[in-house]
């Protein structure tokens, strides 16, 4: 099994709303073979708790534009490691150094890496 084309929809929709807030170094993976409950991780980076925030915030509203709402939402206290859980899709932002303490690229190395097919000015 693979991850669905409306998961990837909302990996790259929530990676161009993140990166418009300034977020960096979009990530996805398929991780439908490895998990049962979701199909693609995104992972963006953002370099303060301010920057955190706003970036959650802009994916929400840019998800809610196409009637995506999050299921669950997590972290959003501290604004160092934000877990939004769109069922099919979930986001990871983090703060820099999260990103680096916790290295999620390389815990789901084995899991094939998604193209988000970004433009090349913001990738």
């Known amino acids: 099994m693979t991850a ?3 998961a990837i929809d909302i990996a ?3 990676a161009l709303a993140a990166l418009d807030k300034k977020a960096l170094d979009p990530v996805a993976f398929d991780v439908s073979e490895r998990l049962a409950i979701t ?7 953002a370099g303060n708790e301010r920057q955190v925030g706003a970036v959650v ?18 972290g959003d206290r501290e604004n160092r490691w934000v877990l939004m859980d769109y069922l099919d899709t979930v986001i990871h932002v983090q703060h820099t150094e999260e990103r680096a303490l916790y290295a999620l690229e390389r815990l789901w190395k084995d899991c094939p890496p998604i193209d988000l097919e970004l433009p090349d000015e913001v990738a």
């Open 4 to 6: 669905t084309d409306h």
């Open 12 to 14: 790259r929709l929530a």
């Open 39 to 45: 199909d693609v991780f995104l992972i963006v980076t």
């Open 57 to 74: 915030g802009g994916i929400e509203e840019a998800l809610l534009q196409h009637d995506l709402r999050t299921v669950r939402r997590e």
